[in-house]
Structure formats: C-alpha cells, structure tokens
C-alpha cells in the first residue's frame, strides 16, 4: 500500500514521509503519544474524539539510514520501515509493539459449503464477521504473554485476547452475550499489557472498525476500519495507569459530577401516571431507603413526541416536580433523537423548516420508525442543530427536570438500519451516515450537555446509551438493555472495568437487569455491585415485574437498605475519586491490574473490582452461593470490611458470604472519608467528616486528601473548594495524626472531624493540639472526635 520510503521532511513535531505510493505522517504529541496518519480519504486530521490537541514540548531526534527512519523521543525509540511498518521500543531497547510481517493464516474452519451455510442461516443461526473487506488493516506481532482491555463496553471477559470485536453503535435487545462484537457504544482504543508494561492504541476513525485481537491467529492480531483514514494513536506507559492518564489527555476527562448523582437513582419503564409516580417516592421514605433521583421514561410525552408531556398523566408536571423537589428528589427524563413526523408539532416544524434533521442522497429529510411512529433524525453533527437541541433542555429543564436520559441514539430504527447514504451535514463537510453513525450519541450528548450547562448554570447530568471515544466529556454511560440474568451481572464487570479503562469514569448497569423478571436473590446481590458503582440505577422494563428495593419481601429490602445506605456513607470517598479523577483520569470502578501490574494473577480477574484504590469488592456473581474465592492482590495488606480481619496480599482465601454479606476489603494504609446516612443528599447540612483509618501494620504513613465544594455549580472551576489534607504517622507505641486544610475558598468547613482508627495499639491517651481528649475503645478501634485541632498524638 505504501511502497519504499523516499524521503522525509520534519515541521515542527511532524515528520512528513514520503513512501513510493503514499504519505504518510507521525507527529509527536509528547515523549509517550505518538500519532500514526496516513491520508486515505482526506487531507487533514478530523476527530471527533479529540476537540482540541494539545502538542507537549518535547525534545526529540531523526535519523535515516538505508533502510529506515528512527525517531527517538525521552521514552521511546520507532523504526519506521517500507510499506509504513513500524516498530516501537522502550528507551532501554525493549520491543513494546511490532508490526507483523508474516502471512495472514487463519485457523481452520471445516466443512462450510454454500448449502451448509444456507441451512444454517435458516435455522437462526448467526456468523461473525472475519477477514472483512477493509480500506486498512494494521497487523502486529502478538506474544504469548500478552492481555488486552478496553474496547468500551464490549461482552465477554476483561481480557480481550482472542476474540474479534466490531465498532458499530447497535442496538440489541437479544440477552447480550459473549459472542457479540458490538453493542452500543464504540471506543476503538485497547491497551496492550505485556511482562508488567503497558500501551494503548486508539484508532481514531468513526467509520465501521475491526479489532481481531488474536482470534484469527494467535501469532498476530489487527485494526482496520472500511473507510476513513489510517489514524492511531501510540500511547505508551510503561504502568496501565499511564495509558489512561494519556489516553484521557486527548480525549478528555469526565467533568465533576453534581454530588446527587451519586446517590441512590431508581428507574423503571415507566413510572407513569403521576400517581405511581408519587407513590414510589412516598414509598422510598416510609421504608428509610435512601433515594436522590427517579426517572421518567417514555411513557410521560405525549405520544412520545420528545420535549412534551402528556398531561392526561401529568397533570401539571411543574407542581408534581416541586413537590418531589421538596421532599429531596431529583427527577430524570429520557429525551430519544427521533422526533415524531407530525405536523403542527413545535419541534418536528422548526427542525423541517431549518433543514435540521438527516436526509437521504437527494436532500429529502430521511423518515424511519422508533417510538412515536414515523420519525426523523436531528443532524447532531451539524452545531447549529446541537444549539437548537440545547436549547430544547430549556423546556424540560424549566419544569424543574435535573438531569436528562439520552438513548435510542445509535441511532436505533425499528424499520431496517438507515442507509449508507443517508446524509449529515457535518458543519458544512457532508458525511454520510457511514461515517456518522458511531458518532451520533456522542453529538447528541454534547448538545444535551451543552443546553443544560447554558440553561441550568449546574453541572449536566447526562447518560447516554450510544457514544464514541470522548463521551466522557459530556455524558454518564450506561449498558443499555441487559437482562435479570446471573450471567447479566457477572458480565456487568468486566463490562464497566473495561469502560473505566476506556475514559468512562463515569458508567454503571441497569442494576437488577432490565429484560426479564427479577428473582429476590439476583436483586439482592446486584444492589452489592451497585453500591460501588459510579452510577447506581436500578432499572426494569415495562415488560417485567416489580422491581424496586421492596418488592420482593422484607429480607431482600433489608439487604437493599443495608448496602444503599453503605452507599451514602461513602458518597465523600466516590466525590473524592471523581475529583482525583480529573487529573489523573483514572476510573471509579477498576480492574485490580490498574493497581498490581506487578502480579500476574490480577491480570484476569473478573469477578472483583477495585472501587478507586482503597476497596475491593469480591461479589458474589452466581445464584446460591454464599461463599466464594477472593484474591486479595501482593503489594498489599487487606482488612475484611466487615470483621477488620487483617490479611497480607497476594494470597486467595476463602470467604463465607450470606446473601446479605457482600466481601469487601479494604487496603491497609487507606482512609475513607465518611458522611452520615442521608434520605437524600443535601438532607443533612455536613459539619463534621467521619474519617475510618485502616492502619497497615508495615507502612509508617498515610496520607488523604478529602475534596469540599458546594457540589453542583461551576464555582470550583473558579477556585471556590477546600482541599483538607489529613496525614497519619506511626511509631512504635504512638500514631501522630495532622489535619491540615490546605485550600480554603469555599465558604461552607467542616467545624469537626470523627475518627474511627482501626488499629492494635490499646492508647492511654490521646492529646489534641497538647490536650488531652476523651475517646472510647471498641475491639479494635479507637474513636474520637476534634474540633479546630491540627495536631493528634495517640499513645
Ligand atoms: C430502551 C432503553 C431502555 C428504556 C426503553 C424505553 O430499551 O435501553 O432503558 O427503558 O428503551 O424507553
């Protein structure tokens, strides 16, 4: 395809090779991302995923020889070859990533013949696809010893060696299963780690792309894509977290959440009339179960014309709203693209009179079927389309709605998927939808986050079921239509770790499964898993039972007021994550390897998950069991949550787990911040911080900072936080504790702190700034409280 390399010209950080047949470019963003780009369908760089580059100064060299170019940057070293082959090194020599130059050799599929196949696709059967037709396909070496994560939401394990994945946003209401390739969301980036070190490649190209991560052949594995440019990005390491923290500086990071969004959220297809409505609401507080937010579904639009309500259901929505408001709930609707084909209807007028909505080849706005029958598409890639769908959230936003549910934006269609050629407008740079599909949710997205930014001055919440790499800008994700299945929420996480890894902090599942009826004990044990998750939203279709905290029977609503409870406890050590999250990128929920390189048993673990770095959950994923297997990762020390039994890393142990236990442990050394149980957040006005110290018995120190702002407006932006730093030292028969408050612009402090300090040491006395205080002693833990002190000595 390229030919001989000929020559080559250096501007600035991109060097411009000329090979025989092509261009082709690599442009050094930092010492660690590099860009690979060959112009195979136009001249320039478009992304959609990366709004604004930003080129780190960064020393480097070329040097040519006979056979090829060398570039040397602080942390790499690349020898581009003919043909654009391309091989990659750390400073030290070690190969990271070589281009394959063998023969393709698929493994041997017998026995297929044109009848075979025929009879087979009669039955139902279905074929994934291999070997495509693609405009590129980029082939490296796969080793052994290699493991692969990422892809975004993908089915199957956190691993991905082995397996063939599709970027094609769908929409799939079949139980999702490991053999699908794609589903809702399409994140083309992977991370490769091999031997403790890691990379990242992420293929910016929206059209339909091909990962085959060693499914075709284990010698090699491959990317390619049916149109667009050739386009990737290296992302080098050497740790996983510095994958992400690279690959979230060019994409983007998921901005500061308001602070109710990461409480308990309760869904349902569809809470609807009024009345039911209420009634959840009024149960919710009867029963003391913590609850932010509900969400309206589709049911609550006049024949589900988006932006309107119906309000022989909703009598006045306004009032409804308030009401709930009062009582310290936030309300959620969905808002779907497909805008109703009715004449005399606002939106469907004004979207035909600006030449708004999609159109086929010929400029006639195309027509499809979702929700409300015959409908037509906003043309998100077209900005001012997206300001005019922001400016829509007024409407919604104005009734006193917090936060907006965007789905069917794959976008889904009920009469056959849209055809090639339907046509966007693409500012001006027509695109068909080829190329817009993958991008479509994240376009709407944008729009959603932009409207309500401008017309609620808060935070946006926004969940979207489609997106592209960057979403995470502008929008929480969910997995769409899962099932109440075992299988459901065991593949829940690897599912929302390999998003986490994929710049999507902020993610959760529909937790009780959506499809399907829900039994007590699945329920039960997917409120475990959602208490640790970003986004915790029990959702149920229409077609299913009951599915809230309550309606089964009262052990299983016990378990559920135990666990969201824990939840509210930790909703300052979540808004500490988040706030982290920022500058490092790193997600809420991760795998343990983000943490353990180093051990090799972290490296396919599916069933635990670190939420942030300070807890591991080890759930139980299968019906009937109460007792389960839980590696606890080398490197660290453990304390059982429940028991403060301590335990030293890299060992498996057994642990018993009745249905209302889940096993969690903490890191020894850590600190988790504390709130009291709320009904909601924003019930109780937060004077003093609950700060639990799980000492370790090996390291001498530990240090947190805790994040305070008003969590909801933008003021942070502006400076108006308080960071407090809290540092515990050990020595040999005393703990020194110091509470520093090392930022101070938010008006709102906590007048106190409680201590609850998990620890051997039996001390007889305890002096705060040289006062002694009092404190109680229970098992193993010390509890005290201070105010206005700087200083603690335990001893
Ligand atoms: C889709 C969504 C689901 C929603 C339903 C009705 O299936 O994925 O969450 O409840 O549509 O709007």
């Not at 999702?176 to 992420?202: C, N, Q, R, W």
Request: glycine residues 6%; contains cysteine; hydrophobic residues 35%.
């Amino acid at each position: 395809m390229f030919g001989k390399i000929q020559n080559y010209n250096l501007k600035e950080n991109k060097l411009e090779i000329t090979f025989e047949h092509n261009t082709a470019f690599i442009e050094i963003i930092s010492a660690s991302i590099i860009n690979f780009f060959a112009p195979l369908k136009q001249a320039n760089h478009s992304s959609t995923a990366i709004e604004d580059i930003k080129l780190q100064e960064t020393k480097f060299e070329v040097k040519k020889d006979d056979f090829k170019l060398t570039i040397c940057t602080e942390k790499l070293k690349l020898n581009v070859f003919d043909n654009f082959k391309v091989d990659i090194y750390d400073i030290d020599g070690n190969i990271l990533c070589e281009d394959y130059r063998g023969e393709r050799a698929p493994f041997v599929k017998r026995g297929v013949t044109p009848k075979s196949l025929e009879l087979a696709l009669k039955e139902g059967h279905k074929f994934n696809s291999e070997l495509g037709e693609y405009k590129f396909n980029v082939l490296k070496k796969l080793d052994d010893n290699t493991f692969f994560y990422g892809f975004g939401e993908k089915t199957g394990h956190l691993n991905k060696k082995g397996y063939h994945y599709k970027m094609w946003n769908t929409d799939s209401a079949a139980p999702h299963v490991e053999s699908f390739e794609m589903l809702y969301k399409s994140i083309p980036f992977f991370i490769t780690l091999k031997d403790s070190k890691a990379f990242g490649v992420f293929l910016d190209n929206t059209f339909e792309s091909h990962f085959d991560m060693g499914k075709e052949n284990s010698n090699y594995y491959s990317f390619g894509a049916v149109d667009g440019n050739l386009d990737y990005y290296f992302i080098y390491g050497p740790s996983v977290k510095e994958v992400i923290k690279n690959y979230t500086y060019l994409t983007g990071r998921t901005p500061l959440p308001q602070l109710w969004t990461l409480g308990y959220q309760q869904c349902r297809w569809s809470y609807t009339p009024e009345e039911r409505l209420m009634e959840v609401a009024k149960n919710f507080r009867e029963r003391d179960i913590p609850c932010d937010t509900l969400y309206l579904d589709i049911d609550y639009m006049d024949g589900y014309r988006v932006f309107t309500w119906d309000r022989d259901k909703f009598n006045n929505p306004k009032n409804t709203l308030a009401q709930l408001k009062e009582n310290g709930f936030k309300v959620v609707t969905i808002i779907d693209p497909g805008v109703k084909k009715d004449k005399g209807y606002k939106i469907y007028d004004e979207g035909i009179e600006n030449n708004y909505f999609a159109t086929d080849k010929d400029g006639v706005p195309y027509i499809n079927e979702v929700w409300p029958g015959a409908s037509l598409y906003p043309d998100f890639t077209n900005s001012k389309v997206r300001s005019w769908w922001g400016d829509n959230q007024k409407i919604i936003a104005d009734y006193g709605v917090s936060g907006i549910w965007n789905d069917m934006n794959e976008p889904a269609s009920f009469k056959g998927p849209l055809p090639d050629d339907v046509m966007f407008d693409n500012d001006g740079n027509k695109i068909s939808h080829k190329e817009a599909h993958n991008v479509y949710g994240h376009y709407m997205s944008k729009a959603t986050y932009e409207g309500l930014k401008k017309h609620t001055n808060k935070r946006p919440f926004v969940v979207t079921r489609a997106c592209y790499a960057g979403t995470q800008k502008y929008s929480t994700v969910w997995t769409g239509d899962n099932q109440s299945l075992w299988e459901h929420l065991r593949m829940s996480l690897p599912m929302l770790m390999n998003l986490g890894l994929s710049g999507f902090a902020f993610c959760g599942t529909d937790v009780g499964g959506f499809g399907f009826d829900c039994t007590p004990e699945l329920l039960s044990r997917w409120i475990q898993v959602g208490t640790f998750t970003p986004l915790f939203r029990n959702h149920s279709s229409i077609f299913t039972r009951d599915q809230e905290p309550w309606a089964f029977d009262k052990k299983t609503e016990d378990i559920c007021r135990k666990y969201i409870k824990l939840r509210y406890k930790l909703i300052p050590y979540f808004y500490d994550l988040f706030w982290k999250e920022q500058s490092d990128g790193l997600p809420i929920i991760r795998p343990l390897l983000v943490h353990y390189e180093k051990d090799l048993n972290t490296y396919e673990v599916n069933d635990e998950f670190l939420c942030g770095d300070s807890i591991l959950v080890a759930p139980i994923v299968e019906q009937g069991k109460t007792s389960r297997m839980v590696y606890l990762p080398e490197g660290n020390d453990w304390i059982d949550y429940w028991t403060k039994e301590y335990f030293s890393g890299g060992q498996f142990i057994i642990k018993k787990a009745p249905l209302d236990l889940c096993p969690v442990y903490i890191k020894a050394g850590s600190m988790l911040p504390n709130y009291p149980v709320q009904n909601y957040i924003g019930e109780k006005i937060i004077d003093e911080l609950t700060l639990n110290i799980y000492l370790s018995k090996n390291d001498k120190s530990i240090n947190y900072v805790h994040y305070q702002d008003d969590g909801e407006s933008f003021d942070y932006k502006n400076g108006a936080y308080n960071l407090y730093n809290i540092e515990v030292s050990k020595a040999a028969d005393s703990i020194k504790l110091k509470i520093d408050q090392t930022k101070n612009d938010y008006k709102n402090h906590y007048k106190g702190f409680d201590f609850n300090l998990f620890t051997d040491l039996k001390p007889s006395s305890i002096l705060a700034n040289s006062k002694p205080i009092k404190f109680t002693l229970s098992d193993d833990t010390i509890s005290f409280n201070v105010k206005n002190v700087s200083e603690v000595i335990i001893k």
